[in-house]
């Protein structure tokens, strides 16, 4: 997988199958009802009983409402990935006006498979993974890469552009159509926008 940072967002291209996959399955896990996930994603926060009751009474439905719309713009962008090559290579482009949305949404789709896989911090570190099963260790793989994809979004990662050629492919058209879409919907209140970046460079 490669990344790049262009005029109004970030563009993610050569992405297995796999990758895709991945991607595609951050809203179902956002959206997941398994106590599980829900005890990570909006876990106790308060010692007094009544303080619990009134922030899960308050709080967490508007936590919940900011994750269903976060969800919407991460749907959206999911949408318009595009297979590029035969052998299903993907590209997506997230604008920069989704950033916050796809931060906390893959954030929070990293919590909930550590939640769902019995995962361990020492298995999170690549410690003792031997006794990890297939699973556990698939979903190993899908934290990393959402990971990375945060870290990329984060700026902690420097850039590199593996095909220009793929990249200019989903630049300005790409992001002229999800703003219009954007303009329609009105549902980027609480995405914000992501610091400048400088042109793409080595990772």
């Known amino acids: 997988m490669w990344a790049a940072r262009v005029a109004d967002g970030y563009v993610f291209g050569g992405m297995t199958p796999e990758c895709a996959a991945t991607l595609e399955g951050v809203p179902l896990l956002l959206e997941s009802t398994d106590p599980r996930v829900t005890e990570r994603i909006y876990p106790e926060t308060c010692v007094a009983e009544e303080d619990e009751r009134q922030w899960r009474d308050h709080a967490v439905p508007e936590l919940e409402r900011l994750f269903a719309s976060r969800c919407q713009l991460v749907r959206r962008d999911l949408a318009a990935m595009k297979k590029v090559d035969p ?9 920069d006006v989704h950033v ?18 019995d995962l361990t911090a020492e298995w999170m570190a690549g410690k003792e993974t031997g006794s990890a099963s297939a699973k556990q260790l698939e979903a190993l793989a899908r934290i990393h ?22 990249c200019d492919d989903f ?3 790409d992001f002229d159509e999800l703003e219009d879409e954007d303009d329609e919907d009105g549902d980027d209140d609480d995405a ?5 970046k400088d042109a793409p460079k080595r990772r």
């Open 100 to 117: 916050n949305a796809w931060l906390a949404a893959l954030n929070a789709a990293r919590l909930a498979l550590y939640a769902l896989n």
């Open 87 to 95: 052998a299903g290579s993907h590209v997506l482009v997230i604008p």
């Open 171 to 173: 630049d300005a058209a």
């Open 145 to 166: 890469l959402l990971a990375e994809v945060q870290a990329v979004l984060l700026g902690e990662y420097e850039l590199e552009v593996s095909d220009p050629d793929e």
């Open 192 to 196: 914000g926008d992501a610091p400048e």
